[in-house]
């Protein structure tokens, strides 16, 4: 079966006619949910077999941004509230194990409330490094301040999601910490120097480097390319993504409509292929540009597919036993009730 490089968003909470020929006829690889197209459970649950049914692939996978705080898709009176990423590292306490077990609980419980829905990947961990100069779009995002706190968090996220049936994605490699600007609304320029960037931007993805897929930023890195931004520069994917970071799993590009990035969508998608994207990504549901990264992306095939089905092959194991109220409330007694639903 032939399978677009692309993971796509559609446009409410329902598929039209439209969107469902659409999808039959290009088969992304993926589909990516955003609040408006959350309304219930039941609604959510019907929109993603609908969504998979036109793929013919029950495994699709279908992502969503569920990080806490000011990320969160889904949320009451459905689902539980979680707090940003450095709630976490805030925890108060000397012993770092707890900070840790209480960041995986959290992973562990929107994986639960996930799974429940279909969805299959969670767009989390953020390991960026904050800088105190940077743009406030990552922020409370991060978990930590420091490359070892941000790690460690990271990884206890990512393994809570594991742990439930769900993928995580690293994101965004090689790292939005310094950046000075908001991707979404233009194109950041990094001009640290390499040793700077590899000793601490680059640490956290290192690490986690073993994880099944990541997501690129947005960003120039002068050290390394002084005209194209990670998601469509074969220098910075050579050599920071698969070299300096060492990481071999599926990446994914940001969202191909952001500000940050020039030319068309069909440029956009070819770029970010060619630099060495093995699937890029779409999330506004605007029909006329879905069309347009279609035709620049491709399809997937060769070392980009077996990333890909290498991803899938994560979810093989069953969810770990799980009582989701005795977690639920260990984590809000965490909290002191801050984020109780």
């Known amino acids: ?14 598929l039209s006619a439209q ?5 039959r006829r290009v088969k992304p690889w993926g ?8 309304e219930a459970p039941d609604q959510v649950r019907a929109l993603i077999a609908a969504l998979r049914e036109t793929v013919g692939r029950a495994d699709a996978p279908v992502l ?13 009176p459905h689902w539980g509230r979680y707090p940003p990423g450095r709630a976490f590292g805030d925890l108060k306490g ?17 994986a639960h409330d996930l799974a429940a829905l279909g969805i299959n990947v969670d767009c989390v961990p953020v390991l960026d490094v904050p800088d105190p100069n940077g743009h406030e779009i990552i922020g409370d995002r991060a978990y930590g301040r420091t490359p070892g706190e941000v790690a460690l968090l990271g990884r206890a996220a990512a393994e809570g999601l594991i742990a439930g049936g769900v993928l995580p994605v690293i994101k965004h490699i090689p790292g939005h910490g ?17 040793e700077d960037l590899d000793a601490a931007d680059f640490a956290p993805f290192r690490v986690l480097s073993d994880m099944p897929m990541a997501m690129t930023a947005h960003v120039i890195y002068t050290a390394v390319d002084r005209k194209r931004p990670a998601t469509t520069s074969k220098k910075v994917m050579r050599k920071v993504v698969r070299g300096a970071i060492g990481f071999d799993g599926l990446v994914m590009s940001d969202d191909l409509s952001m500000k940050a990035l020039s030319g068309d969508f069909t440029e956009r998608a070819q770029a970010s292929r060619a630099a060495g994207c093995d699937v890029v990504l779409h999330c506004n549901g605007s029909m006329d540009e879905m069309a347009a990264v279609v035709a620049g992306a491709g399809l997937l095939k ?15 194991r ?11 409330a260990r984590f809000d007694a965490a909290f002191d009730g801050r984020f109780a639903a």
């Open 178 to 194: 310094r950046a000075m600007a908001d991707s979404h609304l233009e194109l950041p320029v990094v001009d640290a120097p390499f």
């Open 318 to 328: 069953a969810p770990e036993p799980f009582d989701a109220a005795e977690a639920r």
């Open 94 to 110: 000397n012993d770092p194990l707890l900070r840790r077990e209480i960041t995986r609980l959290g992973a562990r419980l929107m």
């Open 31 to 38: 589909f990516i949910l955003f609040k408006r197209n959350v």
């Open 1 to 14: 079966m032939s399978v677009t490089a692309a993971i796509l968003g559609c446009a409410g909470p329902t």
């Open 19 to 23: 969107e469902k020929a659409f999808f």
């Open 302 to 316: 060769g070392r980009a597919a077996a990333r890909a089905a290498a991803a899938l092959a994560r979810l093989a």
């Open 64 to 76: 969503i941004d569920q990080e806490g705080g000011r990320v969160q898709r889904l949320g009451p």
